[in-house]
C-alpha cells in the first residue's frame, strides 16, 4: 500500500465516508426518522474497509448484518444505500430490504444478510462458479465471531477445501456475539486456528490497523486466485456502540470501550499518513470535509426521493 498514493487517499476516504456514514444514521435512529433496525460498525472502519480495497474491483463479497463499512470499502453508491435505509423507492432494494440486505452486484457485493453466518454457502457458491467458469476472480465472505459457532461456517470451510475454491472467509471478531463475550462462547483464544482442522492457512491481523488489513488481505487473495485453496482470517477489531440500536449496552464497562476508542482506526491512520509525510494536515482535512460532504449530499438524494408507491407492494416478492 505504501507505493500507492492514490489507494492510500481513497482508502481513508471510505474509511472517513463509513464513519460520517454511521453517524449520520444512528442520529436518524434517535429521531425516529428510520425505522426498522440497524447494526453499526463505528470503530470497525479498517477492518472492513481495508479488507475491501485489497481485493479487485471485480472480486465479489459476501456482507453481514453489520455491513456498512464492509460495502462501502468495496465501492457502493452513497445515495442509493442511504434511501434504502430510508424506504425510499431509489434504494438498492426499492426502500424494502433496509440496512441488513443492502446489495449491489455491479460492484461485487453479493448482499448484506440478516441470517447469522447466511453468507458462508453463498461465497462457497460464488466461489464455486468462479473456479468452474475460470474467471480469475475471489470471493471474500465477511462473518462475525458468532457466526464461527453455526454449522454454515464448518460445512463452507469444509467444502471450500476440498474444492480448493478461491474464497477468503474473513472473521471480524469484534468480541461480542449480541451480549456474549467471546471468551464465554469459544474454548480457543484465536478463531484462525480452527483453519488446520480443514487443512487451509489461517491468520490474525489487527483490525484497527487498516495497513496491516490490507497488507494481510492482498497476500491471501494472492494465495487463493492462484488456485491453491481458501484461507481463514481472524480480524480482531471492537464495535463501539451496542450490537443494535436497541442495545443498552450493560454487558460491558464504560473503561472497556474508552479503551477501544483511543485506538480509533482512522485517527491512527490519520496519524499514520502524517508521519510518513504522505499527506499534510491540510490535505487530510480537505479530504475530511469532502467525506461529510459526500454524505450530506446522500442524505439530502434520499431524503428528495420518492417512498414506493403502493401499487409495487407484492413487486420482487418471491414464493
Known sequence: MENNKELMKETYK????????????????????????????VGQEASGVGACMALRADDYITSTHRGHSQVIGKGID????????MGKATGYCKGKGGSMHIADVNVGNLGANGVVGGGHGIAVGAALTQQMKSTGKIVLCFFGDGAANEGSFHEALNLASIWK?????????????????????MNIKDIA???????????????NDVVAVYDMVSEAAEYVRSGKGPVLIESKTYRWLGHSKS??????????????????????YRNYLLEKGIFSDEELLDMEKKAKDDIKRAVEYAQNSPYPSLDTILEDVYA
Open 14 to 41: 471510505r474509511m472517513l465516508e463509513a464513519r460520517a456514514f454511521e453517524e449520520k444514521v444512528s442520529y436518524f435512529f434517535s429521531m425516529g426518522m428510520i425505522h426498522g433496525t440497524t447494526h453499526l460498525s
Open 78 to 85: 452513497l445515495n442509493k444505500m442511504m434511501a434504502e435505509l
Open 165 to 185: 475454491l478461491p474464497v477468503i472467509f474473513y472473521c471480524e471478531n469484534n468480541l461480542y456475539g449480541m451480549s456474549t463475550p467471546f471468551s464465554k462462547h
Open 193 to 207: 486456528d480452527r483453519a488446520a482442522a480443514y487443512g487451509m492457512p489461517g491468520y490474525i491481523v489487527d483490525g
Open 247 to 268: 442495545d443498552a449496552n450493560k454487558y460491558r464497562t464504560k473503561e472497556e470501550i474508552e479503551d477501544w476508542k483511543k485506538k480509533c482506526p482512522i485517527k491512527r
